[in-house]
């Protein structure tokens, strides 16, 4: 069987296996590689030059292969063109996005680094499934150094319609670059489709149902939703429960609802939105004072990229501003922390609050959403109000939703959440917990791996 080949810029160091933080790409497929596996990207360390030879570094069978990333090129690929162009447009934010040519020819000159590193340790039938918005240009510059067995690509993020890529100066070149992979993943129809209609549109190429035809080529297109191992995360999460940790959480409520958001720190996700509905319902359903809390988890991140530590300040001021506003002497409504809280603590606290509040502005999936749901108690679940915009929507329609942009719709939902009768808190959750059931980690993995075999 040929070898699986997994190129990402993030690569989770063997030691740290099973305990990543919340959401990302690289939980998600920690559950599925394969002993065997090759999988490549970046150290995570910044030095003087990019590296040309990997590290490699083996945990159970798998094979981690990364390079640094040179302080310049740091800048250019990564806080510059993927972090504060492509990131922003395509979440939509075109107000957010900058671009210079210099970032972009230093996010070019990065893929084509991965692919020197790369080569050499690849063998002919080799399949390799490159990840996300930073290594879209990695298939042009792997066939150009002479590989020519079957490359895949998978966005993460959403993609979006061409009125929106077309404020992309290199927009053309990186359609181009998508349609030279044999085989597109994305995470929804809509994604799927936007993606179809700006490589029609801008580069000329016929579409024939999800297919993209060049000249002479086919480039399968799919919308493959990523999933959690979700009996895995509802064992971890009713294990949790009885620990120290969850016990002193819960005596920190006294008897109060938990309402609780964990995620990244970032503009993406909604934040300032959430705190201002939350600040409403405690304004507009006074009942709800001193019988709520709600944790706020965002670990911070991208802290060299400005829009990130603009966030950062803006919300350490809106936090201040609803304490203040509504703490009692022996009450705070909000507890906002910025670090990183390990997962199988995550469980525990997803499976002991009433409300999961997941509101992103836009989001490519969004798998807090799915471990919410699968930590819940079953016989008593809590209620999960999701953004109409987080992919996971088209599978979660049974949770409660709202547009993130209307504070007073996170308001009203969080309110019902709070009135909901067991008997409908249970039929939603059951609906809601067979969907993140039935599209897993490893059915996401097969259903790509398939499709790119058949290529
Ligand atoms: O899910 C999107 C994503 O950018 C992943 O590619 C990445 O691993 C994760 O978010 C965390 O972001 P970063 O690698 O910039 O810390």
């Not at 080799?126 to 067995?149: E, K, N, Q, S």
Request: aromatic share 10%.
């Amino acid at each position: 069987m040929a070898r699986l080949v997994i190129v990402s810029n993030r690569v989770p160091p063997p030691r740290t296996r099973g305990a990543v933080s919340a959401g990302g790409l690289a939980v998600a497929l920690q559950s599925f590689v394969e002993p065997g596996t090759l999988w490549f990207g970046w150290s995570g360390r910044v030095t003087e030059e990019t590296g040309s030879v990997p590290e490699m570094t083996e945990g159970d069978g798998v094979t981690y292969a990364t390079i640094d990333l040179g302080s310049e090129d740091y800048d250019r690929f990564y806080v510059g063109f993927a972090n504060s162009s492509l990131w922003p447009l395509l979440h939509f934010r075109l107000g957010l996005m900058r671009y210079t040519r210099e970032d972009f020819a230093g996010y070019l000159s990065v893929n084509e680094a991965f692919a020197a590193a790369l080569v050499p340790l690849l063998r002919p039938d080799d399949v390799i499934w490159v990840h996300d918005y930073h290594l879209i240009p990695l298939a042009t510059a792997l066939r150009a150094r002479g590989f020519a067995g079957r490359i895949g690509f998978f966005l993460h993020i959403p993609f979006v319609p061409p009125s929106v890529l077309e404020a992309l100066p290199p927009a053309r070149e990186l359609l181009h670059a998508l349609c030279t992979y044999d085989v597109v993943g994305f995470q929804t129809r809509t994604h799927l489709a936007d993606f179809l209609d700006c490589a029609h549109r801008f580069i000329g190429f016929a579409v024939e149902g999800d297919d993209v035809v060049t000249e002479g080529r086919r480039v399968r297109a799919i919308a493959d939703p990523i999933g959690i191992d979700a009996a895995g995360f509802a064992r971890i999460a009713a294990r949790t429960v009885s620990t120290a940790y969850i016990q002193r959480l819960r005596e920190s409520l006294a008897g109060r609802d938990l309402a609780i958001s964990a995620e990244r720190l970032d503009y993406s996700k909604g934040l300032p939105n959430r705190f201002d509905g939350f600040a409403r319902l405690l304004k507009r359903f006074p009942q709800h004072q001193r019988r709520v809390s709600m944790l706020q988890i965002a670990a911070r991140s991208r802290e060299d990229v400005a829009e990130y530590q603009a966030l950062r300040r803006e919300l350490d001021r809106l936090a201040g501003d609803i304490n203040g506003r509504f703490s009692q002497f022996d009450w705070v409504p909000l507890r906002y922390m910025t670090q990183t809280v390990p997962r199988t603590k995550l469980a525990g606290l997803f499976r002991i609050a009433r409300i999961g509040l997941v509101t992103p502005l836009r989001d490519g999936m969004n798998l807090v959403a799915k471990e919410f749901v699968a930590a819940q108690d079953p016989a008593d679940p809590g209620v999960l109000v999701l953004s109409r915009f987080a992919g996971a929507a088209e599978e979660l329609s049974d949770a409660l939703m709202v547009n993130p942009y209307d504070p007073d719709d996170i308001a009203e939902a969080m309110h019902t959440a709070l009135e909901m009768p067991l008997e409908e808190r249970q039929a939603r959750h059951a609906t809601q917990r067979r969907a993140v059931f039935e599209v897993t980690s490893a059915s996401y993995c097969n259903v790509f791996v398939d499709a790119l075999t058949a290529a």
